[in-house]
C-alpha cells in the first residue's frame, strides 16, 4: 500500500500569506496525485490533479507541484474562504489512499 | 447541474446491513468508475471501494473485504454500497464520488451509525 504523509497537520495563517502542504509518498505514484479542500459539514472539493493541473473553477492562486514521491499545494496569497482542511490521495494503485490532512486556520 | 445524492443512511445494530444508493442526474455515469469514500467523526477520508464503469471490475479497502460490496445499474444510473456485519468503527459520513483517475464530483453523503 502507499502511505501518505502530510505536513504540517496544522497550520495557523493569515490573510495574505503565502502556504505550503507538503505530501510524501512512501512510493512513486506516477503523478495520479490529486489535492482536495474541506469544510466543515461539506464534501471535499477537487482542487488539483495530476499532480498539477488546476480543476475547473478553482482559482489560480491554488498550485500543485512535485513528482515521484513529494509533492506540494501552494496558495499564494491566502484568503478568507481558504480557512479549511486540504487532503492529498494517490490514485495510482489500490488500495487509493488519502493524507492524514492539513488544517489551515487563523 | 452534475448530482450525485446518497441514500440509505441510518442507525443500524452492530452484525447488521445496509444498502446505500447513488443516484445521479446531469451526467451518464457508464463511462465512470464510481468510488465510496467515508469519513468517520471528526476523521479523515478513507477510500472505501471502486467499481469500474462496466461494472466488470471492483476494488475494496482491508477494512470492509468481505462485508461490503459495491455494485452499479448503468440502466438506473446508480451505485450501490451493500454493507454487511456492520461494526462500530463503520460510522462514517459515505460519500458517492465520480472518477478513476481524480475525483471530481462528489455527493453530499449519507450517514451510517451502527451502534445498540
Known amino acids: 500500500d502507499i502511505q501518505l504523509t502530510q505536513s504540517p497537520s496544522f497550520l495557523s495563517a493569515s490573510v495574505g500569506d503565502r502556504v505550503t502542504i507538503t505530501c510524501r509518498a512512501s512510493?512513486?505514484?506516477?503523478?495520479?496525485l490529486a489535492w482536495y479542500q474541506q469544510k466543515p459539514g461539506k464534501a471535499p472539493k477537487l482542487l488539483i490533479y495530476?499532480?498539477?493541473t488546476l480543476q475547473s473553477g478553482v482559482p489560480s492562486r491554488f498550485s500543485g507541484s512535485g513528482s515521484g514521491t513529494e509533492f506540494t499545494l501552494t496558495i499564494s496569497s491566502l484568503q478568507p474562504e481558504d480557512f479549511a482542511t486540504y487532503y492529498c490521495q494517490q490514485l495510482n494503485n489500490y488500495p487509493l489512499t488519502f493524507g492524514g490532512g492539513t488544517k489551515v486556520e487563523i | 447541474e452534475v448530482q450525485l445524492v446518497e441514500s440509505g443512511g441510518g442507525l443500524v445494530q452492530p452484525g447488521g446491513s445496509l444498502r446505500l444508493s447513488c443516484a445521479a442526474s446531469?451526467?451518464?455515469?457508464?463511462?465512470?468508475?464510481m468510488n465510496w469514500v467515508r469519513q468517520a467523526p471528526g476523521k479523515g477520508l478513507e477510500w472505501v471501494s471502486t467499481v469500474s464503469g462496466s461494472g466488470g471490475r471492483t476494488y475494496n479497502a482491508d477494512s470492509v473485504k468481505g462485508r461490503f460490496t459495491i455494485s452499479r445499474d448503468n440502466t438506473k444510473n446508480t451505485v450501490y454500497l451493500q454493507m454487511n456485519s456492520l461494526r462500530a468503527e463503520d460510522t462514517a459520513v459515505y460519500y458517492c464520488v465520480k472518477g478513476r483517475y481524480y475525483m471530481d464530483v462528489w455527493g453530499k453523503g449519507t450517514t451510517v451509525t451502527v451502534s445498540s
Open positions: 512510493q512513486g505514484t506516477d503523478n495520479y
Open positions: 495530476a499532480a498539477s
Open positions: 446531469g451526467l451518464s455515469l457508464r463511462s465512470y468508475a
